[in-house]
């Protein structure tokens, strides 16, 4: 079974920093394109980030463009969404997701909050 868990989420001040980790059981990491999907309070799901299992490239959306940066941990099956200057309307669920030709894994989610 294939779980994607993720964690890291809180309450911080805008120009804070927070760092979410989604872990992969069930799925080789290196073998799946890997990213976040945030939904904040009434609006649509937005993707945020993805990072790529053949070369590791990674891509953002503009708004988190050179605040945000996704990595990943094979040995660990871990991927990091390191957010830095964060901004009042970053505040959403933050959801982990791997997904492929024929498979779709969503995480549980973790609210980011960013408020003075």
């Known amino acids: 079974q294939v779980q994607l868990v993720e964690s890291g989420g809180g309450l911080v001040q805008p120009g804070a920093s927070l760092r979410l980790s989604c872990t992969v059981s069930g799925f080789s990491l290196d073998m799946s394109t890997i990213g976040w999907i945030r939904q904040a309070p009434g609006k649509e799901r937005e993707w945020v980030s993805c990072?790529?299992?053949?070369?590791?490239?990674?891509d953002y959306t503009d708004s988190v463009k050179g605040r945000f940066t996704l990595s990943r941990d094979n040995a660990k099956n871990t991927v990091y969404l390191q957010m830095n200057s964060l901004k009042p309307e970053d505040t959403a669920v933050y959801y982990c997701n791997m997904w492929g030709s024929s498979y779709d894994y969503w995480g549980q989610g973790t609210q980011v909050t960013v408020s003075s």
């Open positions: 990072i790529s299992s053949s070369d590791g490239g990674t």
